[in-house]
Structures are given as C-alpha cells and as structure tokens.
C-alpha cells in the first residue's frame, strides 16, 4: 500500500535555528494521522513545508508515490492537500461563499462561480453533514462556524488530503466534540486526514496512528491503540511527566480581592464586563473559565488596575477602586498585587530588553535595584541570576534579550518576577500559553506553592484541562458575564455548556452557542 | 444672476471639469488601496503624467501621443512605489511622499533643460494639441470628462463582480488568506498598482492637455490629495467617492463663482476663503462628520511570511 503522503528526510533551518531536522513520516490514505510534540518542536514547520508555504533545504515530498515540488500552496492545492490553518485564513467582511471560491471562481466574472460554488456547498452540506449558512457575513458566525468555513473551502478545492493545524485551540468542549465528528465523517468518506496538536487527549480519541516531535527531530511513531498518554508525554518532552498535578484542599484566608458588580463599556458604547462580582481568599487558586474573548482580559485588565471600571467597584486588600477613583497598576503592586498578563510579549515584558531588565519590571526604583541615580547593573544581573536558577529559567544567562528565550523560558521568567514580590495576590492570565508541558508541570506547581504559602491566586485560561487541574473554585465566564461557579475538579461537559453560555438552557446542549 | 436656470448648465459643467481628474485619481488610488497600498503618491504621479502629456504633445503635436507619455510616465512612478511598497515591503507612506517630491522636482528641471521657459512647457495650439470638447463647445466636455464618468461604474463592476475584484478586496484585508488560497499577492497589488498608474495618467493628461493648454510648475496643486481625501470619504467605494469628488468639484465651481460677490451683512467674501473652502471641509469631514471610515484591514503593511 503507498501512503497518501510521505516526507522523507526533510530538513529546514531559518538562520541559526534548526526547525526541522531529517523528519521522515507516512500519512496513510483514508486515515487520521495525529502529529503531536511540544510548541517550538516543528510540527507547523513541517505541515507548512507541506502545503508550500516554505521550502525544505533538504529531503523528498511523495504524494501517492510519486516525488512532487511544493513550492507554493498552489502546488499543494493542485496534488489535493488542504489545509485548515490554526488561525483562520478568512475574510470577516466576507460572505462564507466569497470565502468559499477565493483562489477558486472558476472564471473571470464572479456570478457563474458564486452559482456553481452555492450549488456544490449544498452537495458538501449534504455529504458531510458541514451545515454553514452561504450568505452569512464571515465576522457574524461563531468560531466552530468559521472553523468549518475552512474545512469547506478546503473540500471545495476537491481536497482528499486534509492537514488540520491545531483545530481546537479556538473551540470549547462541544465544538471540539462536532468537529471530531465531522472528521470522523470525512475519513468515513475516504478523506485523509492529518490532526497537528499538542492536546493529547484529542490524539487518543480521534487518531490512527501518532508521530511525536521533539525538538525538530521525529522521535516516535506509534499506532494509537498501543500506546496511552503518558507515554506520548515522555516521548514528547523526553522524560517522565506527571500529567496529574498534586494539591492538598485549600486552606482558605481573609478575603484579599473582592469585585462587587463590575462593568466595562469601551469608547464604542460595547459592554464587555457585566455584572461581574467576585471574591478571592488568601489561600485558594480562582480559575476563570471561558472560551477565549469572552471578557476575561478586560477583567483581568480591571482587576490589575490597567482599566478603571465603568461601573461597580473593586476592593484590593483594603484599597477601593470605582470609576471615580480609578487605580494604577504601579499602586496595586505597592498594595501586594502582582499581574502576569495574558499577552507576555506586549505587556508582560520588553522583548528587546536583557532578560535581567525584564527580571525588574515594574520594581526596577526599589532600592535595592538602585544607586543614587543610575541602575545598578551588579544587582539587577544577580538578582536575575537568583530567580533564573529559583525557576530553572535555561539558559541562565541574565545579559541575553528576553526575547531569545523560548516561551516557556519567558514565561517563568515574568512568573519569577512577580512572584519574588511575595505578593498577596496574584492575577495569572494564560499561565501556560505557549509553554511545553516540562515546563507546565512547573509553573502548575509553583502556583499552587504561591497558594499553600497564603497568597490569593486567580488565574485566567482558555485550556480547561489546566483549570480543571489548578483551581480550587472555578467560575466560567461568557459574553462578559460571570455565568456559573462550581467547584474545582468538576465534570468537562457542564463547564463546556456554561462555556457555550447554555447555562440556563440544558435543552440546547447539542446545538451550537 | 437672475435666472437660476440659466447658471445651472454652467455650473454643472464647471463642478464636472473640476471634478474630473480628482474622479480619475480617485479610481486609480482605490484600486490601490483597496488591494492594501497606501497611496499618497497620486499627487506625484498626476505631475510627472501632466508633464509628460504637455511635453510630448507640444514636440509630436498629437494630443493623443501626449496622452500615451502621460500614462507611461504615471506607470514608471507607479512601479517605483509597486518596487518600494510590494517588492522590497518599505514604508508606503515615505515611498508616495518621495513619488510626490521626485515628480516636483523632475518636471521643473527637465522643463527647463528641454524648453528653457521656467518650468513651463510651449503653449499648446488648441486644434491637435489638445483634448477639445465633443459636444458643446462651452462646456469642456472632451473625452476624458466622459471616461472619468464611465470609469466609476466600471470600476465599480470590477470591484464587486469580478474574480480580480474579488482577489483585490481579499489581498487588502488578508494577504495571508489570499496566499493560502493559491494566489500570487505581489502580482496582485502590483496589477492594482498599475491600474492606479493608468488612472492617474489620465488625470494628469486632462490637467496638462484639456483643462489648460500646457504645463506650468506644480500644477496638480493638491488635487491627488484632494483625489486621496475623496477615496477616504467615499470609504474605499467607487459611487460614493465619485459624490465626494463632485461635491469638491462644486465647491471649487461656486468659489469661481462667489468671487467678488457681495454677501449681505457680511460684505465681500474675501477670494483666499472661497478657495481654502475645499481643503477646509476636507479636514472638517475628515475630523468626523463621515462618521468612521473603516479602510481595508491590511493597508499599509507590506505583506511578508512569517519566518
């Protein structure tokens, strides 16, 4: 049997970093074939090489056994790969159909296309049971509905080989669930499919057959059904991982922070906070659920004192903040507020600076940091030097820009700074985007360290499985609103149905939020 | 000043000659910046194009051959800013700001060099020279008055009912999307850039060879901005930048016309006011009376993969 696709001895540099390094693999017809590895390890190098979008220096590309050259995605389109982007290649303004046919009209005058295309995505609804209203406006669907405006445009290409990069990062729960559907539906309909991910949950429940990455080299290959978790995560990080984080139950203090009734408006007259209120304990880890945009970084934003509320207020260990009165994240740091922000590399650090520079951030006029007028450089380097060996930040080089490090690196480095303050609260907002799971298990551990030590930690994520895993309280957010709190280790399906803001409407549970 | 009806043909005609090369700049930069090319260079493009059409028209005597070196000329500048802005992904905004002062510089001194009259080209001889009205006599009306009106619905049509349309609207919003459909997106904005070119061509012939009779130094005198306002205004569409373009046009009409007349209660209406009218409602309209004029997501930045 010849695989629909097989790569052999590909290769790829990009200046000093080697992404991708010898990489043989073969993607069997009419099956899924799950790549899994770390963030950084070249799995999207890979699939991009694939579809065109770079150019390997080395190695051969076969599809159905015969050598053919990628270079562009044209040729990519052309031997009937497709590929469904992590983020999506779609124009907001855009109707779905328009989406549909671009790249693809069928001639120079766009009405017979649009015609024929209309006519196709009803076969294709048909078929695949891939329902998406054609005249909608792109910007107006739902993130699982863009995600299947790209699978459509996709098989509208007459695609037979699907690569899907990371499809659920955007997706709660249930659009996950329908879109393991749909693929089940495509590879009951012959359709060879490739499922990049790092989640390794999603590879055991819809693949064949697995490859793991690890740091650009193909380390393992394993059919599914013989392997389990815990494997692939050694395989992937390359030692044993604990998937399971330890906690003792929380032992709850004095209330540290408390929202009572916040609202946002921005300029635009948009109401992102709602109604939220919220209390927090020296003591216990506050998860903040909800699928991405749903206001948790405009909460965050307030809780911070970045953004004064437009309504309600906010009690910092004693201090209140209203619209009146609004707060600024240097004062929430002398009350014993520290922030690690969402997005690390535009508010969590400067990513020209020396990691020893972003090390002090925000304390750099403590005194210690200080002689009369200038920095002192010795202290801030030995400073730097101290947190980088407390959070095993590699390398341990305090003179090296911040943004050489890779993610997990950086984000132990904001997390060492903030936590060093031994604040008595602590804001976390995607404590691990972006962050291997070597490096996972660590900072999952020093939360919960920061915890048993009494400090009040409430951290925001998009991942359920790390909410599930950290939090003590978990309170789910959508459109805003604070929609549910349960306790921490509660079950995945309710999160995901107050995710989709069905809260109040069990009946909904299989229709899309 | 009696009969109103007796002003109106005049003033229709006048707003229409005004108007005419700010609609055909206007086109030319909405297809380039609807495919996510700044172009602050119409001004520059428009000269260079005006140059040429006197320039050669006054040494071959054909209107027409002035008319071809015009849109060369505007298509050598509009390749330079294709080659600054898409090739080598520079600033749009300093590529079109060093377009316009190239094109100031270059006519004054070639002019010179090839005619010696201060930067001004040989007075043209009306008969074929120059571009002269087809219909009536008094009204200006040549033929490029009419392609600049038949130039909106085409472009129109090609905006929103064709494939290239399609592709120039998607390459000003997401490159990448376009890119990962399979399409070229140099080529795409470089065929924008070039019909920008032609565009702006035209707008410089009818300036140089039907509106006046010869070139004189600066002589576009803002009106690509004045072209680049009305794309704004008009929010990147063809019908209602055209509106904008007819409503300057007017103003300008009105203000030859309001010249030495006596408002009551206020006296003579000083010249210099009337003829600042245009620009001052540009910066009015543009401080947010058109409410927010949302351009297309990608303009201005170069489109590169990610490394």
């Known amino acids: 049997m010849t695989a629909a696709i097989a790569l052999e001895g590909i290769d790829k540099s990009f200046g000093s970093v080697h992404a991708v390094r010898g990489v043989s693999l073969a993607i069997e017809k009419g099956a899924i074939t799950g790549i899994i590895g770390e963030n950084g390890a070249g799995k999207s190098t890979l699939m991009s090489i694939l579809y065109g979008l770079y150019h390997a220096d080395a190695g051969t590309i076969r599809v159905d056994g015969q050598p053919v050259r990628m270079d562009s995605p044209h040729a990519a389109i052309a031997h009937g790969i497709g590929m469904v982007h992590q983020h999506f290649m779609l124009i907001d303004g855009f109707t779905v159909l328009e989406n549909v046919v671009l790249g693809a009209e069928g001639g120079p005058l766009l009405a017979g296309g649009l015609a024929a295309a209309r006519a196709e995505l009803e076969r294709l609804e048909r078929d695949y049971g891939l329902a998406v209203d054609p005249d909608a406006r792109v910007a107006d669907l739902s993130v699982g509905e863009q995600q299947r405006v790209e699978i459509l445009k996709v098989l509208f290409r007459g695609a037979r080989i699907l690569i899907l990069d990371e499809p659920s990062a955007v997706l709660t729960p249930q659009e996950t669930d329908r879109l393991f559907r749909i693929l089940a539906t495509l590879k009951a309909r012959g359709v060879t499919i490739v499922l990049i991910t790092h989640k390794l949950r999603e590879i055991m429940a819809a693949t064949d057959r697995v490859y793991v990455m690890r740091q650009g080299r193909m380390v393992a290959e394993r059919a599914t059904p013989d392997t389990d978790a815990e494997e692939l995560a050694e395989l992937m990080v390359g030692r044993k991982v604990r998937l399971q984080l330890e906690k003792a139950p929380p032992r709850r203090g004095e209330v540290r922070l408390e929202a009572g009734h916040l609202g946002l408006v921005d300029a635009r007259g948009v109401r992102l906070l709602d109604d939220v209120s919220l209390e927090l304990r020296a003591g216990e880890i506050v998860g903040i659920a909800g699928v991405s945009g749903n206001g948790q970084t405009e909460l965050l934003q307030v809780l911070a004192g970045i953004r004064p509320p437009s309504t309600g207020t906010l009690t910092v260990c004693g201090r209140t903040i209203d619209a009146r009165h609004p707060g600024d994240p240097a004062e929430m740091r002398d009350l014993g507020l520290a922030h690690v922000p969402e997005d690390r590399l535009r508010q969590g650090m400067v990513a020209a600076f020396r990691a020893s520079e972003t090390a002090i951030l925000g304390y750099h006029e403590q005194p210690q940091f200080n002689r009369r007028f200038l920095l002192s450089v010795p202290a801030v380097g030995a400073h730097c030097a101290r947190l980088m060996e407390r959070f095993d930040v590699r390398p341990q080089v305090p003179g090296l820009r911040s943004s050489s490090f890779s993610g997990g690196n950086q984000q132990k480095l904001v997390l060492a700074r903030e936590m060093a303050q031994e604040p008595k609260v602590l804001l976390v907002g995607q404590p691990t985007r972006g962050v291997d799971i070597g490096a996972i298990e660590f900072i999952h551990r020093e939360l919960v360290r920061s915890r048993d030590a009494g400090c009040a930690v409430l951290a925001v994520s998009v991942e359920l499985d790390e909410i599930l895993s950290l939090a003590d309280r978990i309170l789910v957010m959508f459109a805003g609103r604070i929609v549910g709190e349960v306790e921490g280790g509660a079950d995945e399906r309710t999160l995901g149905l107050m995710m989709a803001g069905a809260k109040a409407a069990p009946a909904l549970s299989g229709a899309e939020g | ?307």
Not at chain 2, 60 to 68: E, L, N
Not at chain 2, 84 to 95: D, E, H, K, P
Not at chain 2, 107 to 133: C, H, K, M, Y
């Open chain 2, 1 to 307: 000043m009696d009969d109103p009806f007796a002003l109106l043909f005049p003033t229709a005609a006048a707003t229409l000659r005004v108007a005419t090369p700010l609609i055909l700049a206007a086109m030319g930069g909405l297809f380039s910046e609807r495919s996510g090319i700044i172009d602050v260079g119409l001004e520059g493009k428009m000269l260079m194009a005006a140059f040429f059409a006197a320039a050669v028209a006054a040494v071959t005597h054909s209107a027409w051959w002035g008319v071809a070196a015009a849109i060369a000329a505007a298509e050598v500048m509009a390749l330079l800013h294709g080659l600054a802005c898409i090739t080598y992904r520079g600033n749009q905004v300093v590529s079109g700001v060093a377009i316009n002062i190239i094109a100031a510089g270059l006519t004054i001194v070639w002019g010179n060099a090839w005619f010696q009259r201060g930067g001004q080209t040989p007075a043209l001889d009306a008969r074929s020279e120059r571009l002269l009205p087809l219909f009536f006599p008094n009204a200006g009306d040549n033929i490029l008055v009419y392609a600049a009106l038949l130039s909106v619905p085409l472009t129109w049509w090609i905006v929103s009912r064709t494939r290239f349309g399609l592709r120039l609207r998607a390459v000003g919003e997401v490159p990448l999307a376009v890119d990962t459909a399979g399409i070229s997106v140099p080529w795409l904005r470089y065929r924008a850039v070039l019909i920008c070119g032609l565009f702006t061509g035209l707008a410089g012939a009818y300036i140089a060879i039907a509106q006046n009779a010869g070139f004189s130094r600066d002589m576009t005198a803002g009106q690509g901005f004045i072209a680049l306002a009305a794309v704004i205004f008009g929010k990147w569409r063809p019908f209602p930048a055209l509106g904008a373009c007819l409503m300057f046009g007017l103003l300008d009409a009105v203000a030859i016309r309001l010249q030495g007349v006596r408002v009551p209660g206020v006296g003579e209406v000083p010249v210099q006011l009337i003829q600042a009218l245009p620009y001052l409602l540009t910066v009015f309209l543009l401080a947010g009376f058109i409410g927010r004029a949302v351009a297309p997501k990608a303009i201005g930045q170069p489109y590169e993969k990610e490394h």
